[in-house]
Structures are given as C-alpha cells and as structure tokens.
C-alpha cells in the first residue's frame, strides 16, 4: 500500500536525507521548503529516480496559514496523509538581552507555530490513518544541553522545547487511534556545505566535537535513518517519545 508523506525544511540537510530514506516506489511525499528551490528541486530529482512520486511546495511556516496549505496540497494530491515529518527550523544565535522580541517570535511561529498549524489540520487524516500514521518532529540537543561556555541558542531551544511538550500532548491523544508521535533530538550534525557558519563558526567546531563521546559530528543520514525506523511498522509501540541522536552527547 502506497505511504503519503509530508516534509518539511526537504531541500537540504536533515530533510533531503529523510527524504532519500523514505524514497520508494510504494510512496509519495510533497517536499516543502521556505525558499531553497533549487535545493527542492535536485532532492526530488534524486529521489523521483528510486520510483517516488514528488510534489514540491513552498511556503514560510511562520504564517499560520501555510501549515494548513501544505496539508491541503497533500491531500489533494495524494488522497490522504499518513506520515508528517516537520523538519522545518532554524538556530538563532542572540542571547537574552540582545535577542530581539521579533526575533524570538519568528522563531516560535516557524518552530512551534508551524508543527501547532500542520498537525492540526493533519489530525483527521492520521487518525483515519491508524496504525500507519506517524508524526515525527524535529528538536534539538540544545533544548537539554545548558553548559558554561556551549551553545546557547535561547530562542530556537525554547521553541524546540515547546514542540517536544506538543509531541508528548499529540502522542496521548492519538494512540487509540494506533498513530505514533515522536521527537528526535539530534546532536552536532554535519551541515550541507552552504549552510555551515550560519548557526556556528568554523573554529568552534574542533572544541565542541571535544565534547562528543564518540569524537566526530553525525551526518543527516544517522538522523534520517532513526525517522525511517520511527515510520516503519517495527516503531509502532513506541510514541510520546524525544529520542537523541547525538553520539552521546545528552546522555541521561
């Protein structure tokens, strides 16, 4: 039986490795970015090649009309959704006192306000989906990891925290229906290379891969791969959960 997914932040990192993951040609996703086209366009290319049936979409998840659009486009073109994967975010540097409030509340619209919008209008059809629905969202290690002289990303890590207690809320409240709800907390994971620099700098990373008990970044595929296994048949007792995918670096 063909699986419809929805991906959000597809055109690099995290979000094209998921999609290569998930790719077959028993499936079809609608790839969403906010503005990578190019991006978009060469994951869909990639994974069109594997037998998978693609619509691209575009759209700042800050608005809260664009969760429910990307919903929308889904369901027109695939007839249904089974498994929503939001991706979609960013880290953003300003501590407290130099961080702006437009700052910390386009950070909550994309992060927060976008998972509220999508699975809002997504929960009719995972709850039609059953036991084949599945939502994944996307945190951060930096919503658990507050260390003198670490990353300190204020906004961003409050917005993630907010979606992981979304995830935990959505979890309870969809598991009579047999759908599951989970979170991934990924570490320090390697960047395409367009994107390094923007969130840290190439000389801070020799110092924070110190920290890694396992000695090295992890790459967009660890991170895909533990999605996969959330969305395939074998994860379907586990939910309400953030699972860290960090080479130990969060260890509790």
Known sequence: MTRSILITGAASGIGAATARALAGADVQILLHTKSNRAGLEQVAAEIEAAGTRTVLAMGDLAQRETGAQLVAQAIEAFGGLDILIANAGFPLRPLIGELTRDELDYT?????????????????????????????????????????????????????????????????????????????????????RHAE?????????????ARIPMGHKGQPADVAATIAFLCSPGARYITGQVIHVDGGLVIR
């Open 108 to 192: 909550h619209a994309v992060i927060a306000g976008g998972f509220f919008a999508l699975t809002t209008a997504a929960l009719p059809h995972l709850k039609s989906a059953g036991a084949r629905g599945r939502i994944v969202a996307i945190s951060t290690h930096n919503a658990h990891l507050f260390l003198p002289g670490y990353l300190n990303f204020p906004a961003s890590a409050s917005a993630k925290a907010a979606l992981e207690t979304m995830v935990k809320s959505l979890a309870l409240q969809l598991a009579p229906d047999g759908a599951t709800v989970n979170a991934i907390a990924p570490g320090l994971i390697e960047k395409d």
């Open 197 to 209: 620099g923007k969130a840290v700098s190439a000389d801070q990373w020799p110092k924070l891969t």
